[in-house]
């Protein structure tokens, strides 16, 4: 028994984006890619624009990566909570890409991709770069489709895991923003009590002198 059933609509819309028995070589090719390699090649950009980056750069993608763990942990707990059985179990459509039988709700790819490219959409640094932040959004999305065009998700496993992904950045984002600021005010403060107790040590002096 499942703790959440299977609707007709997420069945439906599983029947329609799911490869079938007959797959375009091509385009199961681009699902493989998408599925497979994009996320390594995603946590390699990363790295690398974090290496060449300057402080501001490397400060925004601290940021989407501290998103993304959030995002994980937060699909592995619903997990536990909610173990939900993969299309193959239930018999439901055609599988392309061997997986095990763990847990498919939420989808980690799906909370992954979203968490990351919503986490580069809030960042200051990159935000007037929209072609990069456009393309981040096209591979998002292509990865939730390919995990159900292969058989391993349903839909609403990539659409689960999309919004606690982009939750979670937000979220996450929010927090450290506030700690940005809680820190900058006691910076400021220091410095205005630093500015004080040196104002208060020239008169000091300048009494001493007058008199």
Not at 33 to 50: I, K, Q, R, V, Y
Not at 62 to 73: D, E, P, S, Y
Not at 172 to 191: D, F, I, P
Request: one cysteine or more.
């Amino acid at each position: 028994m499942t703790a959440l059933s299977l609707s007709s609509v997420d069945a439906a819309v599983f029947a329609w984006l799911n490869a079938g028995p007959e797959p375009t070589p091509a385009i199961l090719a681009l699902a493989t890619f998408l599925s497979e390699m994009t996320p390594d090649l995603a946590g390699a950009g990363l790295l690398a624009a974090a290496v060449a980056g300057g402080p501001a750069l490397r400060r925004s993608i601290l940021r989407t990566v501290l998103g993304m763990l959030l995002a994980w942990i937060t699909v592995t707990a619903l997990r536990k909570g909610f173990p939900m059985p993969r299309p193959a179990a239930l018999k439901a459509g055609w599988q392309w890409l061997a997986h095990g039988g763990s847990s498919s709700f939420p989808s980690h790819h799906a909370a992954g991709a979203f968490a990351c490219w919503c986490g580069l959409a809030l960042s200051p640094s990159l935000r007037s770069k929209r072609l990069l932040v456009g393309c981040g959004l096209a591979i998002a999305v292509g990865i939730a489709w390919s995990r159900v065009y292969l058989g391993v998700h349903f839909p609403r496993d990539v659409v689960a895991g999309a919004g606690l992904g982009c939750i979670s950045a937000i979220l996450l984002t929010a927090a450290l923003g506030q700690v940005g600021w809680w820190w900058r005010q006691r910076r400021h403060e220091k410095a205005a009590r630093l500015s004080g107790a040196g104002g208060s040590a020239e008169r000091a002096q300048a009494a001493d002198q007058s008199a």
